[in-house]
Structures are given as C-alpha cells and as structure tokens.
C-alpha cells in the first residue's frame, strides 16, 4: 500500500467499518428496548407485512370475542325475561281455567278477571322495560340484527328477537262459523290446508261431526290444534203447554227419549237426568228461561220426533259464541257443533267454504286471525275457555322464540371458543414473525459493541499514518 498523505484509505476503511458496526449497533439496541424485532420497513418489508396482517386478525378476533359476548348477554337478557312473561301467562291460564268452570259465580269470574288484566298490564310492561345497553329488546323494534363474530366483514350471526306485549302475542285462530241444524249436517268435500311451510288436505264425509273433523285438522300442519264443542239452545213454544211433545235425541251413539215435554223447565229436568248417559252438560237458567246443552266432545246432536216436537225448537252455537238461528226440531235433524283452529303460526283454509262449516258456500280461501292475550278476558266460562286456546298459544310462541335464542346462544358460545384459539393460535405467529429474541439480540449486542470499541481503536492507528510522511522528510 502507498504511503500517502491527501487520501487514508486505511482511515477511510476503518471508518465505514465504526459506521456499520454503530448502525447495526443502533439496530440492536431498538430491537432490545421496543422488544420487538421489526420497527420499520427495513428491519424486513415482508414480515412487516406477515405482522400487520396478523396484528389486524388478532385485534379483530379480540373484538369479535367482545362482540359475540354481547350477543350472549342479549340474548340471555330477553329469555330471562320471556321466562318471566312465561310464568305470568301460566298464572293468567289457572285464572281462565278457574272461570271456565260452572261453579264460579259473576263476581267470582268478576275477581279473576281483575287480577287477569293486571297480569295482562304487567306483560306489556316487561316487553316495554326489557333492555340492554339502551336497547328495548322485547317490544319489537330490535327485530333481527347482525352480530359480528369474525375478524373480516360480513362474519356475522343473526339475533332475532319478538314483540312479547300483550297486544301481540297469542293464537292465530279460524272459527267455524257454523251450520244451522239440518237433516243433513255438514257437506262433505276437500278442505286443505297451508301454513309453517307445509300444506296438506283432508277429505271430510258429508254429516260429519265437528270432533271428527277437529281431529282431522289436528296437526295436519305442523303446530296446528282444532278443539270442537256442541251447544245446542232450546226453546219450547207455547203450544207445548196444551200439547205435550216427545222427541228422542242420540249424542254419539246414546239415544234418549224425552216425552210429556210442557215447558222449558221440564226439558230441562229431563235433560239434567240423562246428561250422565248422553255425555252433555246441562245449563238451564231459570231466571231468563233460557236452556242449553253442550257436548265438550263435539258429537253430533241428533233428533228424531215423535209427538208435536215441532213445538220445540233448536239453536246450534259458532266458534266465536253466537247462536244461529233456530229450527223446529224435526225428524232426522242434525245439530253440528263448532269448530277453533289454532296455532302460534299463521295458516289458511282453502275450499273452507265446501263443507260450509268454516265459510259459506263459494268461499275459497280463509286466512287465520291473531287472537291476542290482550283482547281476552275471562268474566264467562265462554269468554275463559277461549282464552286458554289464546295463552296456549302465546306460550307456545314464547317457547319457539327461547328455542331459537337458545340456539343462538349455544352458536355463539362455539363461536368463542374457536376464536379464542385462533386468537391464540394467531398471537404465537405474530410473535415469531415479530418478537424480539432477547438471547440472540443481546449476543448481537456484544458483538457490534465489541466491533465498535475495536473500530475505534484501529481508527486511532489509521489516522496516525500520514504522519509517518515527516520522518521521511527529515
């Protein structure tokens, strides 16, 4: 190597070599002190971007756990609370159950219907004052909402929760609109029916009874009930009273003479002494001179006369209450009974005019009604007896709802788990990719130090050579 003195290469060497060894030094101590071993780009562009991938993953599935934990409250909040709206429609059905039966007086049924509408008020309260966050849960303006449970858009799991007011809950129903009494009964024809995504027709023979044909219609759908009943009112004309009539009438297959028929009171008594062996209750009410029997089966009532029957007449009651109008009792006459559909979902009839129970003739397609627990009281056995078909079926709405937020809740509990062990899983490659190795950065550390302090040293010698230049000069 020349001896020189405008260039020191050796000093020049030295110099790149302190400067390498400080950068890297540099590089040593951020790596050390952040504890991380990727601080910018040129620490490694591509596992920079291995790390924000991941990084934005793991923050992600941490929120995603947050929010599926919420979903979880939510839905736990709005079944505790249909669990409470549950109890109060199973105090509300003991009530009606109470005032169905005969021996309650006015006053008594008066009572219990005072404690069924404060029950009535209470389940619109719960539905009004159930929330979470600020949200009202229960009163139908939640509806259905997305909850998101992934790291990436559109990973999410509906949550869908009911209006369970009084005003809403209850049974979709279709009454019969019943059949006058006649020498032929019901027509017979198809009937089907359409409804919680099934369809289905039944064939019902011509003078069918309403039990026969209920349980026809019992689950022909799926969550359809039909209940039937027979009430027949009677009157007796005043021509009976100079002209006793005699009539037989047979209730599923037991037939009974009743002869010397003066009056509504002597009906009656007759009608009291075999109502064991016709299977009927007997309701006479003397005060108003009114007189009916029911059949809680539905059979048909029928008649076949003997004597002056004609001054007797017969009236058959619908499925909302209503007496239609009435007929002589004559020979071969048929009374047939009414007929309640229900169910927690909707449904229709088509060709319900046919058999001319459910519409009149020429109709062809009849949709159910929403019958609410709010419309319902129970101040008579009539009045009860209809709002057990509506509370059997807003609990059974209620239980649907708590089957399918169990569902929900059962999903996101799976969903937490599994993102949890991504998260996991997830946060060790992260680590790898960008955590600071203490063992080999301290090791590095040393030996950059080392490099330094050496670099230094020799930069002290190199930068002694151009003097060398003087002693050849003297």
């Known amino acids: 190597m020349a001896l020189t003195v405008n260039t020191n290469i050796a000093s020049i060497t030295t110099q790149v070599a302190l400067n390498k060894a400080a950068s890297s030094l540099q590089t040593s101590m951020q790596s050390l002190s952040t504890g991380v071993q990727i601080n910018s780009a040129k620490d490694g562009a591509?596992?920079?971007?291995?790390?924000?991938?991941?990084?934005?993953?793991?923050?992600?599935?941490g929120q995603a756990i947050k929010n599926a934990n919420n979903g979880t409250s939510i839905a736990q909040t709005a079944e505790g609370a249909m669990q409470a709206s549950t109890d109060i429609l199973q105090k509300m059905?003991?009530?009606?159950?109470?005032?169905a039966t005969g021996s309650l007086s006015d006053a008594d049924r008066t009572s219990n219907n005072d404690e069924y509408q404060a029950l009535t008020s209470e389940l619109t309260r719960i539905s009004q004052t159930t929330t979470f966050g600020g949200q009202k849960l229960l009163d139908g303006s939640y509806g259905t909402k997305a909850i998101q449970v992934g790291a990436n858009a559109n990973e999410t799991i509906n949550l869908s929760l009911d209006n369970v007011a009084a005003n809403n809950i209850g049974s979709q129903q279709i009454k019969s609109v019943g059949v006058a009494p006649s020498t032929t009964g019901v027509a017979g024809g198809v009937i089907g029916?359409?409804?919680?995504?099934?369809?289905?027709?039944?064939?019902?023979?011509?003078?069918?009874?309403?039990?026969?044909?209920?349980?026809?219609?019992?689950?022909?759908?799926?969550?359809?009930?039909?209940?039937?009943?027979?009430?027949?009112?009677?009157?007796?004309?005043?021509?009976?009273?100079?002209?006793?009539?005699?009539?037989?009438?047979?209730?599923?297959?037991?037939?009974?003479?009743?002869?010397?028929?003066?009056?509504?009171?002597?009906?009656?008594?007759?009608?009291?002494?075999?109502?064991?062996?016709?299977?009927?209750?007997?309701?006479?009410?003397?005060?108003?001179?009114?007189?009916?029997?029911?059949?809680?089966?539905?059979?048909?009532?029928?008649?076949?006369?003997?004597?002056?029957?004609?001054?007797?007449?017969?009236?058959?009651k619908d499925g909302k209450g209503a007496y239609g109008t009435a007929v002589?009792?004559?020979?071969?006459?048929?009374?047939?009974?009414?007929?309640?559909?229900?169910?927690?979902?909707?449904?229709?009839?088509?060709?319900?005019?046919?058999?001319?129970?459910?519409?009149?003739?020429?109709?062809?397609?009849?949709?159910?009604?929403?019958?609410?627990?709010?419309?319902t009281d129970v101040t008579s056995a009539f009045n009860a007896q209809a709002a057990i078909a509506v509370i059997d079926g807003a609990i059974s709405g209620i239980d649907s709802s708590r089957s399918g937020l169990g569902a929900v809740q059962n999903r996101?509990?799976?969903?937490?788990?599994?993102l949890t062990n991504i998260q996991k899983n997830s946060t060790a490659a992260r680590s790898t990719i960008m955590d600071t190795d203490f063992a080999a950065a301290t090791a590095e550390l040393t030996k950059q130090q080392t490099l330094q302090s050496a670099s230094t040293a020799i930069l002290s010698q190199a930068n002694q050579l151009p003097s060398a230049v003087l002693k050849l000069l003297q």
């Open 328 to 375: 002589a009792v004559a020979d071969g006459l048929i009374a047939t009974g009414a007929v309640s559909l229900d169910s927690s979902k909707g449904y229709s009839l088509n060709g319900a005019g046919v058999t001319g129970l459910f519409a009149g003739t020429g109709v062809t397609t009849i949709a159910s009604a929403k019958t609410t627990v709010a419309s």
């Open 93 to 99: 059905r003991t009530l009606a159950l109470s005032s």
């Open 193 to 316: 029916v359409t409804g919680n995504g099934q369809s289905a027709s039944i064939t019902v023979a011509a003078g069918a009874s309403a039990k026969t044909i209920a349980s026809q219609l019992t689950g022909a759908v799926g969550g359809l009930s039909a209940t039937a009943s027979t009430e027949a009112q009677f009157t007796v004309g005043a021509a009976a009273a100079t002209t006793p009539a005699s009539f037989t009438m047979t209730i599923g297959g037991q037939a009974t003479t009743f002869t010397g028929v003066t009056n509504t009171a002597n009906l009656a008594d007759q009608l009291k002494s075999n109502a064991a062996k016709l299977g009927i209750s007997v309701n006479f009410d003397e005060s108003k001179g009114t007189l009916s029997v029911k059949s809680d089966t539905g059979e048909n009532i029928g008649f076949s006369a003997s004597t002056d029957a004609g001054s007797i007449t017969v009236a058959t």
């Open 46 to 61: 591509s596992a920079l971007q291995q790390g924000d991938r991941i990084t934005s993953q793991v923050n992600g599935l």
């Open 412 to 418: 996101l509990a799976t969903t937490v788990d599994n």
